[in-house]
């Protein structure tokens, strides 16, 4: 668990979005996608993923030459509308820890074939910071 950038949020409200994946993928095994579908990653979040995307241990499903990366977008009063990308945990937590609450996406891409998915949603801050704040960032 500890290869995965697993957040603290912690009222358990974290959305896994593996069985989607699981789904995806499955359709392009059977030809009912094709690469081109899945494989369409925005510049913008290629960009994120090459310059901060924290590593996933896990090779891409779809081409199989690289490795899965891992980013996360976070969205909330007065951040920017398109959502802000924190390149570190620290920053991240400290995002997670506002008064005002924010929604965060974790994506994973593959920065060879731009396949891309929503691996996690999860929503911090406001009134869930006090439960953050004393778990801390151990996990
Ligand atoms: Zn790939």
Redesign the pocket.
């Known amino acids: 668990m500890e290869r995965r950038f697993r957040t603290s949020t912690a009222d358990g409200a974290v959305v896994e979005f593996g069985l989607v994946r699981h789904a995806t993928l499955a359709k392009l095994a059977s030809g009912q996608l094709r690469c081109e579908d899945v494989?369409d990653a925005h510049p913008e979040l290629l960009r994120a993923a090459r310059n901060f995307g924290r590593r996933t241990g896990e090779t891409?499903p779809?081409?199989?030459?690289?490795e899965l990366v891992e980013v996360t977008y976070v969205f909330g009063a007065r951040l920017p509308a398109g959502g802000t990308c924190p390149a570190t945990r620290a920053q991240l937590l400290k995002l997670e820890r506002r008064e005002d609450p924010v929604v965060c996406y974790a994506v994973e891409v593959?920065v060879?074939?731009?396949?891309h998915h929503l691996a996690r949603k999860w929503v911090a801050g406001g009134r869930s910071r006090r439960i953050v704040a004393a778990k801390g960032v151990a996990e």
Do not use: A, G, L
């Not at 060879?112 to 396949?115: G, V």
């Open positions: 494989c891409c779809v081409c199989r030459e690289s593959c060879e074939c731009s396949f």
